[in-house]
């Protein structure tokens, strides 16, 4: 079982940059792949960005590609969602999740492959 909690959300405007965390409980951080998501009101959940164990591979969402950057820390049990020129079509829930069975390492979009979420962060991002 891993508790995960996300923090960083905020209100910034088009062309900003924010820093999200998501800090896992638990001592087998590293054995889990780590994803971010998220959903605008209205709107299906939607994949972000993804981390496998040690941060040799990384997926992005095209929306996100070149924007966004995902990153951990296996020793703070830390991973980050590092977001640069943000547009208001980010604005959204942002989630992180983890996947303790390795599913999602060839299908990182897919949510269903995570086992546990946390309780979300609010982005926001004024034109």
């Known amino acids: 079982q891993v508790q995960l909690v996300e923090s960083g959300g905020g209100l910034v405007q088009a062309g900003g940059s924010l820093r999200l965390s998501c800090a896992a409980s638990?001592?087998?951080?590293?054995?889990?792949?780590m994803g971010w998501f998220r959903q605008a009101p209205g709107k299906e959940r939607e994949f972000v960005a993804a981390?496998?164990?040690?941060?040799?591979?990384?997926w992005y969402a095209d929306s996100v590609k070149g924007r966004f950057t995902i990153s951990r820390d296996n020793v703070k049990n830390t991973v980050y969602l590092q977001m640069n020129s943000l547009k208001p079509e980010d604005t959204a829930g942002y989630y992180c999740?983890?996947?303790?069975?390795?599913?999602?390492?060839?299908?990182?979009?897919?949510?269903?492959?995570?086992?546990?979420w946390g309780q979300g962060t609010q982005v926001t991002v004024s034109s």
């Open positions: 999740a983890a996947d303790d069975t390795g599913g999602s390492y060839d299908y990182p979009q897919r949510a269903y492959e995570y086992d546990y």
């Open positions: 638990g001592r087998t951080f590293s054995s889990y792949i």
């Open positions: 981390i496998s164990w040690s941060g040799g591979s990384t």
